[in-house]
């Protein structure tokens, strides 16, 4: 297929700015017009799959939030979880948030609409999940982000944490910072054979 030079042309609110190959695949650096840069493949530029680094799908989110209501967007329904796990005493999950104090600040809770656009301003995309950074602090907008299943899962009050070096990890961490120990070898190490945690760690397993 013949090279195509598409320096300079303009695609929506990208601007082409050179190319960059990888592999065999010819994809283009671009600056959008807020500024931020992206690489696209040349079928989404041509074909208009892609026209801004992602800015304009959010502003687009946050337009139907105020023209059309938020009461179908996804976050609306984050919230709702929100309040039920902090509020409604006859749910299971109570136990683990309202009924150990974790509440959501009254900005949010009374107006739903201002969860709704701090999340569409502040990281919130479709597959993440509402995250407390600090677990014993309230949901509020200095508190909380968007992260992934697997970082939301390992941040959760009851994931066993193991200290070193005064820093507390988990044991998937820890496995990561491993000599290649297998996971259930770290934990019975530290756990049954009350090694310190460097030498479960960093003492390799014998063949």
């Known amino acids: 297929m013949k090279f195509i030079d598409r320096t300079g042309q303009k695609f929506g609110r990208l601007t082409v700015v050179s190319v960059h190959f990888k592999g065999n695949i010819t994809r283009w650096n671009c600056v959008c017009n807020c500024g931020k840069e992206c690489i696209v493949s040349v079928v989404n530029l041509v074909t208009g799959h892609t026209i801004s680094c992602g ?11 105020k023209t059309h209501g938020f ?48 999340g569409l301003e502040n990281g919130w995309s479709s597959g993440l999940e509402i995250d407390r950074i600090e677990n014993d602090g309230i949901y509020e907008p200095s508190n909380c982000r968007f992260v992934t299943p697997a970082v939301n899962g390992m941040n959760k009050r009851n994931t066993c944490k193991f200290e070193l070096n005064g820093i507390f990890y988990d044991i998937h961490q820890l496995y990561n910072m491993s000599v290649g120990v297998p996971r259930e070898i770290i934990r019975q190490r530290i756990n049954r054979d009350k090694w310190a945690v460097q030498k479960a760690i960093s003492t390799p397993i014998k063949k």
């Open 55 to 65: 800015c304009y799908r959010k502003e687009w989110a946050a337009d139907k939030v």
């Open 71 to 118: 009461t179908y967007h996804p976050l609306y329904r984050v919230w709702s979880g929100i309040i039920s796990r902090c509020y409604n005493e006859n749910i299971e999950a109570y136990k683990h948030y309202g009924g150990r104090g974790i509440i959501m600040c009254d900005e949010w809770r009374n107006d739903p609409k201002k969860f709704v656009e701090w």
